[in-house]
């Protein structure tokens, strides 16, 4: 019976190892039919796999780095066009289309926005634009129309008021607004008939967009205006704004009755506007 250790004085040993039992060194022959332990060296079989260690690994080997590819060799005589240089040209190509559809589609002059002498000289002004001067003769002559002009005010109702029956075959330019060729709307009303006939004005819904209508005015200067439209409207309904607002360029406004008769103050039921705009000017 082997003898435990002695533990060193002063230290003591775990009761773990005091436990252990010192290796046996078999040195008899086993009897017969024992089976023991190969000799050392004696390869009797496939080795276990190792048990995979626990835990990160310190260290890990490098991977091998990927060789690089060489460049196909481009065609003789053919050089590849740059990606990004394609897209940018095909974008500036469909800028300037678009630039050329915004342009044509609302007259913007494209040379004069990108050349250089763009904003040395302000455009020239598509209509003409007269200094004041009052209005003295009005002549149509697609419906055979010359009548002198008077001054009219505003009538007690604070409406435009018309020539008097006496001159009704006179029409009158209402004094409160612009005179024909200035900035804005200028009026001239008139009669369309009387219990007697046929008033200055009574022609008036014959005229058709594209006639001619002049003015004579005081500076011996004949303004020369172009209808746009003639138009009908309630006279409960008259659009004011667009009759007597309209300040974006100098313009004519021929005004008279019309519609159905319905008596009374009011007497017919609508209101003909002729709307026309200064398109030239010239000496008398």
Request: glycine share 12%; with cysteine.
């Given at each position: 019976?082997?003898?435990?250790?002695?533990?060193?004085?002063?230290?003591?040993?775990?009761?773990?190892?005091?436990?252990?039992?010192?290796?046996?060194?078999?040195?008899?022959?086993?009897?017969?039919?024992?089976?023991?332990?190969?000799?050392?060296?004696?390869?009797?079989?496939?080795?276990?796999?190792?048990?995979?260690?626990?835990?990160?690994?310190?260290?890990?080997?490098?991977?091998?780095?990927?060789?690089?590819?060489?460049?196909?060799r481009?065609?003789?005589?053919k050089?590849p066009?740059p990606?990004?240089?394609?897209?940018?040209?095909?974008?500036?190509?469909?800028?300037?289309?678009?630039?050329?559809?915004?342009?044509?589609?609302?007259?913007?002059?494209?040379?004069s926005?990108?050349g250089?002498?763009?904003?040395?000289?302000?455009?020239?002004?598509?209509?003409?634009?007269?200094?004041?001067?009052?209005?003295?003769?009005?002549?149509?002559?697609?419906?055979?129309?010359?009548?002198?002009?008077?001054d009219?005010?505003?009538?007690?109702?604070?409406?435009?008021?018309?020539?008097?029956?006496?001159?009704?075959?006179?029409?009158?330019?209402?004094?409160?607004?612009?005179?024909?060729?200035?900035?804005?709307?200028?009026?001239?009303?008139?009669?369309a008939?009387?219990?007697?006939g046929?008033?200055?004005?009574?022609?008036?819904?014959?005229?058709?967009?594209?006639?001619?209508?002049?003015?004579?005015?005081?500076?011996?200067?004949?303004?020369?205006?172009?209808?746009?439209?003639?138009?009908?409207?309630?006279?409960?309904?008259?659009?004011?704004?667009?009759?007597?607002?309209?300040?974006?360029?100098?313009s004519?406004?021929?005004?008279?009755?019309?519609?159905?008769?319905?008596?009374?103050?009011?007497?017919?039921?609508?209101?003909?506007?002729?709307?026309?705009?200064?398109?030239?000017?010239?000496?008398?």
């Amino acid at each position: 019976m082997p003898r435990r250790p002695t533990p060193l004085p002063g230290a003591r040993m775990p009761d773990s190892v005091l436990r252990k039992r010192p290796a046996q060194v078999i040195t008899a022959t086993p009897p017969p039919g024992t089976i023991t332990a190969p000799p050392p060296g004696t390869i009797t079989g496939p080795l276990p796999a190792p048990r995979p260690a626990q835990g990160r690994p310190p260290f890990r080997a490098p991977h091998p780095r990927p060789e690089p590819r060489t460049p196909p060799r481009p065609t003789r005589g053919k050089r590849p066009w740059p990606v990004g240089l394609v897209v940018l040209a095909l974008v500036f190509l469909g800028l300037f289309m678009v630039a050329m559809g915004i342009g044509a589609a609302s007259s913007f002059d494209l040379p004069s926005l990108f050349g250089a002498g763009a904003g040395d000289e302000p455009p020239p002004r598509a209509f003409p634009v007269l200094d004041p001067s009052r209005p003295e003769r009005l002549t149509i002559p697609s419906i055979k129309l010359e009548a002198p002009i008077l001054d009219v005010g505003l009538a007690g109702d604070g409406s435009v008021d018309v020539p008097p029956l006496k001159r009704h075959n006179e029409a009158g330019w209402f004094d409160g607004g612009p005179t024909p060729g200035q900035f804005g709307p200028a009026l001239i009303v008139g009669h369309a008939d009387t219990r007697t006939g046929p008033s200055v004005f009574y022609n008036l819904p014959k005229l058709k967009a594209g006639h001619r209508i002049e003015v004579l005015r005081a500076d011996n200067s004949v303004a020369v205006f172009e209808v746009n439209s003639v138009e009908h409207f309630d006279k409960g309904k008259l659009p004011m704004q667009r009759v007597y607002g309209d300040f974006s360029r100098p313009s004519l406004r021929l005004m008279t009755c019309g519609g159905k008769w319905v008596g009374g103050k009011t007497g017919y039921q609508d209101n003909v506007v002729v709307f026309a705009s200064l398109v030239g000017t010239r000496d008398n």
